[in-house]
């Protein structure tokens, strides 16, 4: 290294003051109180003892020592251009850094090259030029280095054991509350209602969106005042907590708190996901296109993929090459017009007395349809026949060999299910018509409300949240463009367009 590290003069022979900085660091915001200004008084102490002059302070607080990324640090390096000081000044040599060694050299480099030195009130000057006081300084600097992997081993062994006597970590469930002991408890009987109602709906082949929208339309708070959307649907699905498991990486502890969905509705309901699951929500991070998916070519029936230029975008058939120019001309529209479009459909549609009373005849009909065709007395019959069939299956399931038991479980899961089935079906067949169809003219009524929001919220919310959005409203949009020539390029004109809206998620199954 550069000899121009200077040894420190003795205060009673010296004219002046050495100029030095102070650099004070805490790692965590519990810290910033009391070992900030403790750091401060040492310092303090320690240049008035050994003649430096502090001319600046440096502090970073609640960051570790071993990030680069420490802004009063960097800049502290930065200053070292300005030649206006000979020391840099900590309560411990850790404090400037936890860098491994090799790193470390690299500051201490910085620092000698700038004929800086550095000096702490647990080490006093650290001496780079000796063998020893190198050696000295590495070894520590090893040592800090190690005391953050330590650390962080020592707090994961410590979460772990936590973890092993069921005490719940993390974002506490939707529905539960943590108890004394740490492990979940029952909470909201209206939270835990809302559950075991989103796994009820599912079983009965309600998609994740019609969910949402239902949930959003009876005015239920998802928790934290958040709406609900399909995510947070499937998030309530799939989470092993509900049927009283608790989960903590690679440990995993059954019947560690009350459950609020039995583990035969949980399995079936994780069936009917992977047997339902089609294609996939775009990415979050997938642009600003909205109705990929969604939006096809009118003239040919090919879907229609997004294209980006300059900052505008299109979407434009896929399938105008193979299906030959005479019958598709590439159909292309812009996003932004086809969206104005399809949000002024929406909002007609909802604002036209005629059709939504022409939806509600509809209704009315299928569900008087249903009520002839179903008999309560046949459904109670088939419903006590399952009920036998699960009886023996599950007496079956105490006698059979280990390597049927898979077998027997599943059957026992199909069995379930069909029971739920049967079970709504029944108490839809008991249920009056007129009581059947004034709730019909009540989710009409919810929707219309919720869906009158559609222009505000594609104003203000994100593309994920947009995207979302559509897809709870519209099942699909087509569209015919028509091909213009100027001059030597091509415009296209959006001619017509049909909307279809998504029936299940605004009224339930029209089936």
């Not at 998802?222 to 609900?228: D, K, L, N, S, V």
């Not at 058939?317 to 104005?340: A, M, T, W, Y």
């Not at 005629?354 to 939806?359: F, M, N």
């Not at 008087?368 to 023996?392: C, G, I, M």
Request: charged share 25%; aromatic share 8%; hydrophobic share 35%.
């Amino acid at each position: 290294m550069i000899a121009s590290n200077r040894k420190a003069k003795s205060p009673a022979n010296q004219a002046t003051l050495i100029p030095a900085v102070a650099y004070i660091r805490c790692s965590g915001e519990a810290q910033v109180d009391a070992s900030i200004p403790a750091q401060k008084s040492s310092i303090e102490k320690y240049a008035k003892e050994h003649g430096y002059h502090i001319i600046r302070w440096y502090v970073d607080e609640a960051i570790s020592g071993w990030k680069e990324a420490r802004e009063q640090f960097q800049q502290l390096i930065t200053d070292l251009a300005r030649g206006d000081f000979e020391a840099v000044l900590c309560w411990d040599q850790n404090r400037f850094s936890r860098f491994p060694v090799l790193e470390a050299n690299h500051y201490w480099y910085l620092l000698d090259r700038a004929g800086v030195h550095l000096s702490t009130c647990n080490q006093n000057r650290v001496d780079w030029h000796s063998i020893a006081g190198w050696l000295t300084a590495s070894i520590k600097q090893h040592s800090d280095a190690q005391h953050r992997f330590q650390l962080s081993a020592d707090i994961k062994r410590g979460k772990r054991a936590v973890a092993e006597r069921g005490v719940w970590q993390g974002r506490i469930p939707y529905g539960y509350v943590r108890s004394k002991n740490g492990k979940l408890a029952i909470g909201n009987p209206d939270e835990v209602a809302t559950v075991q109602r989103i796994f009820a709906e599912y079983t009965r082949g309600a998609s994740l969106r019609s969910i949402a929208h239902t949930l959003n339309a009876d005015g239920i708070d998802a928790g934290e005042g958040r709406g609900w959307a399909a995510g947070s649907v499937r998030s309530k699905l799939t989470n092993p907590a509900y049927v009283g498991t608790f989960k903590w990486n690679e440990l995993e502890l059954h019947n560690n708190h009350p459950a609020i969905i039995d583990r035969d509705t949980f399995a079936n309901v994780q069936r009917l996901l992977d047997e339902r699951q089609t294609v996939t929500t775009p990415k979050q991070n997938g642009g600003g296109f909205l109705l990929t998916s969604l939006i096809r070519c009118g003239k040919c029936g090919s879907p229609m993929c997004g294209l980006r230029q300059g900052h505008r975008e299109y979407y434009r058939c896929q399938g105008h090459n193979r299906k030959g120019g005479s019958f598709c001309d590439l159909n292309l529209v812009k996003q932004p017009e086809i969206l104005e479009h399809v949000i002024t459909a929406v909002e007609s549609w909802l604002t036209n007395p005629k059709v939504v009373q022409r939806l509600r005849a509809e209704l009315h009909k299928q569900v008087a349809t249903k009520s002839t065709k179903a008999s309560p007395a046949r459904l109670a019959k088939q419903l006590a026949t399952l009920e036998s069939k699960l009886t023996k299956a599950k007496r079956r399931l105490m006698e059979c060999d280990s390597d049927m038991l898979p077998e027997v479980q599943q059957g026992i899961r199909d069995v379930r299910a069909e029971q739920l089935r049967l079970e709504a079906a029944l108490e839809a067949a008991r249920t009056p018509v007129e009581e059947i169809t004034a709730e019909q003219d009540e989710r009409i009524d919810k929707a219309m409300s919720t869906f009158s929001t559609l222009r505000k919220m594609l104003t203000k919310a994100d593309a994920v949240l947009k995207r979302e959005l559509l897809r709870e409203t519209v099942q699909r949009v087509d569209v015919w463009s028509e091909r213009q020539a100027t001059g030597r390029q091509s415009t296209f004109r959006l001619v017509r367009g049909v909307v279809r809206v998504r029936a299940d998620n605004l009224f339930g199954s029209l089936d």
